[in-house]
């Protein structure tokens, strides 16, 4: 157990919808990542906060956004689904501030836009 | 081309062979991470590196910073090492990059 944890585990909605994924890291930790994992393009890097504030972005779409919140949980929200936004998404946990020297994965979001 | 290569994409062993994976790169990172993700889908932490060589029981990383080079090996494999290996490094902006992974699959 990483100590971090994802909701919810499963989420299956429509194409068009919009949802919530929420993350909490480890307790101290002030770095939460954002990851998506589809089939074709393997695990990708989309966001990176640390104590609240925005560090650094990846491929994230801009139907995709992600805040962090005063007591540190993280939530990504993503907008209009299209059916290839399908895919496991991962946070990840970190005491740094940047150059990814500790990753703590929570177990995932599995969504499935139909 | 990807910045982050991983070889070989798949691999099958026997139970007991050594095992090496190989994780080549072209950003000037600060640090390497080895990835373990099994069938479930959990993805763990295996090693990160930003210099030389750690153990951690069966498993060995290494790093070459002047030749961009990593290995992860495998001693004396069993098949509950099978699963997916991901090599990952942020590049200059701390955006990570990652290998597309190497899925392993030792036989019994």
């Known amino acids: 157990d990483s100590g971090v944890t994802q909701t919810p585990k499963h989420l299956i909605t429509a194409t068009g919808q919009r949802v919530t994924l929420r993350c909490s890291p480890r307790s101290g930790d002030l770095s939460v990542y954002w990851y998506q994992q589809s089939l074709d393009q393997g695990l990708q890097f989309l966001i990176h906060?640390?104590?609240?504030?925005?560090?650094a972005k990846g491929n994230i779409l801009e139907r995709f956004s992600a805040q962090q919140f005063p007591d540190l949980h993280s939530e990504l929200n993503l907008s209009s689904l299209e059916l290839g936004d399908s895919a496991l998404y991962f946070c990840?946990?970190?005491?740094?501030?940047?150059?990814?020297?500790?990753?703590?994965f929570g177990p995932g979001t599995r969504l499935t836009v139909t | 081309k990807n910045e982050v290569e991983q070889s070989p994409q798949n691999l099958t062993a026997q139970e007991g062979e050594f095992i090496t994976i190989n994780c080549s790169y072209s950003v000037g990172i600060s640090a390497l991470h080895w990835l373990q993700q099994h069938p479930g889908g959990g993805i763990v932490s295996l090693f990160m590196?930003?210099?030389g060589k750690k153990k951690h029981g069966r498993l060995i990383a290494t790093i070459n910073i002047q030749e961009k080079h990593s290995s992860l090996h495998i001693t004396a494999s069993h098949p509950r090492d099978s699963a997916v290996y991901i090599c990952?490094?942020?590049?200059?902006?701390?955006?990570?990059?990652f290998g597309k992974g190497t899925r392993l699959h030792i036989l019994p």
């Open positions: 990952a490094a942020p590049n200059r902006d701390d955006k990570i990059i």
């Open positions: 590196l930003s210099s």
């Open positions: 990840a946990s970190s005491p740094w501030v940047a150059g990814f020297y500790e990753q703590y």
């Open positions: 906060y640390y104590n609240g504030e925005e560090r």
